[in-house]
T-cell receptor
């Protein structure tokens, strides 16, 4: 079985400040890891994904994430956030050839001016 | 190039009724997955259709069924609606069964009264 824990339900931050959204996972097999963003009343958009190779993954909109196998983490970071980054962010894991991804409960990023 | 489209955008039903939601995949994609996203939660995998057959299924009762047509579009049917079925239903398409290439639609908001 696989699971995802997003440690913060809400992260408030000021514009142009750095931000980290935390994600921990559990899986008995090798995993694929994903971060998605969801703006109000919209579907999910893929920010970045880790499949294999380099543990530092760069995505769209200036986001990056680092896969840490020993700590079973895949935290999302951005060095300087913008008001437009205000949204819900979901971490997801898919493992061992299974096509059934498991999503976390989401972290609401709120960027204040 | 149209992305994933879903219809209708909103739907209101009463308990015990049946509902059909529709999804057209992104051009070139042959696989459709359906997710249920309850308010304040992450998406939960319902099932995946590939080559007109259900290939993977999450922990959802048989009241949830689907279909994929030769043009790769898909329907999600829910019978005997319960209040707890109220949610945003997301469709995602991909090329092949891997979730690493998924694109999500905007979703259908179902309200059960």
């Amino acid at each position: 079985a696989q699971s995802v824990t997003q440690l913060d339900s809400q992260v408030p931050v000021f514009e142009e400040a750095p931000v980290e959204l935390r994600c921990n996972y559990s899986s008995s097999v090798s995993v694929y890891l994903f971060w998605y963003v969801q703006y109000p009343n919209q579907g999910l958009q893929l920010l970045l994904k880790y499949l294999s190779g380099s543990t530092l993954v760069k995505g769209i909109n200036g986001f990056e994430a680092e896969f840490n196998k020993s700590q079973t983490s895949f935290h999302l970071r951005k060095p300087s956030v913008h008001i437009s980054d205000t949204a819900e962010y979901f971490c997801a894991v898919s493992g061992g050839g299974s096509y059934r991804p498991t999503f976390g409960r989401g972290t609401s990023l709120i960027v204040h001016p | 190039d149209a992305g994933v489209t879903q219809s209708p955008t909103h739907l209101i039903k009463t308990r015990g009724q049946q509902v059909t939601l529709r999804c057209s995949p992104k051009s070139g994609h042959d696989t459709v997955s359906w997710y249920q996203q309850a308010l304040g939660q992450g998406p939960q995998f319902i099932f995946q259709y590939y080559e007109e057959e259900e290939r993977q299924r999450g922990n959802f009762p048989d009241r949830f069924s689907g279909h994929q047509f030769p043009n790769y579009s898909s329907e999600l049917n829910v019978n005997a609606l319960l209040l707890g079925d109220s949610a945003l239903y997301l469709c995602a398409s991909s090329l092949g069964q891997g979730v690493d290439t998924q694109y999500f639609g905007p979703g259908t908001r179902l309200t059960v009264l």
